[in-house]
């Protein structure tokens, strides 16, 4: 099957947040939900969530994106930037990205929680930004699950997960060098075996029909999170790359 150089692009920037997104996951000081911004080609922003670090809950990878380009850029270019992101965007994001006016944004997996999804049918409808969902929303997925495995550190004893035994049936370890092999085989196993293109994914997400269960043949109880030995290299290499990423002169 050929792909437009269109889609071609986002499964590329799609592949970088996701392999950022484990080396977040990794650190385990915040949420592995990563932001890049895309003009002409070129990546302008790379960011993530820094809410913890910060100590500031607005401080999503959006957010910062939006913040480090001025806005006489964003004005006039905001026709032709992407916004990347490998979870849908909150409905406080989705309304910062309405008012800077991107037409764009491409993202992994629905946020069934605090989506912009819940908002209501007509705020939806009289958005003019065109969504382009479910590229790698397996990864996505898998993802968010193992951060909400791990202790998180700054939370109240009385909520914190040590001494309780976790269901490793409903949430199993995973084998993420399986995931990192071959990026092209699970984009294959969401797009190619549903015969889904971006316009079938939009009317999917648009009409909230049930979307296909996550596919578990890779996620074996028995092994542990850890990634194998060259992947991991691979993953830090290109993240120390982006961690302090200098602003773009524009």
Not at 20 to 46: D, N, W
Not at 153 to 165: F, I, L, Q, V
Not at 185 to 204: G, R
Request: aromatic share 12%.
């Amino acid at each position: 099957m050929e792909y437009s150089e269109e889609f071609l692009k986002h499964k590329h920037f799609m592949c970088l947040l996701t392999k950022a997104a484990h080396e977040v996951l990794r650190e385990g000081k915040e949420m592995p939900i990563i932001t890049l911004l895309e003009f002409q080609g070129k990546i302008i922003s790379f960011k993530y969530n820094k809410t913890n670090e910060h100590k500031n809950g607005i401080h999503h990878g959006e957010y910062l994106s939006f913040k480090d380009l001025p806005l006489d850029f964003l004005e006039k270019h905001k026709n032709d930037i992407t916004l990347y992101v490998n979870v849908e965007p909150c409905i406080m994001c989705d309304g910062m990205i309405k008012l800077v006016g991107l037409k764009r944004v491409v993202f992994s997996c629905e946020n069934d929680r605090f989506g912009s999804s819940l908002l209501p049918a007509k705020v939806r409808e009289s958005s003019t930004c065109e969504l382009i969902p479910f590229i790698y929303r397996k990864e996505a997925v898998v993802t968010l699950r193992q951060f909400y495995l791990q202790e998180n550190k700054n939370a109240p004893k009385t909520r914190r997960k040590e001494g309780r035994a976790l269901d490793l049936e409903t949430f199993p370890a995973l084998n993420w060098s399986a995931y990192f092999k071959d990026f092209d085989k699970f984009y294959e196993a969401i797009f190619d075996s549903a015969k889904m293109d971006m316009a079938v994914a939009q009317d999917i997400y648009n009409n909230n029909k049930d979307l296909e269960p996550l596919d578990l043949q890779l996620i074996q109880p028995t092994e542990d999170e850890s990634i194998k030995e060259g992947i991991l290299e691979e993953a830090k290499s290109f993240w120390e790359s982006w961690r302090e990423p200098k602003k773009t002169k524009l």
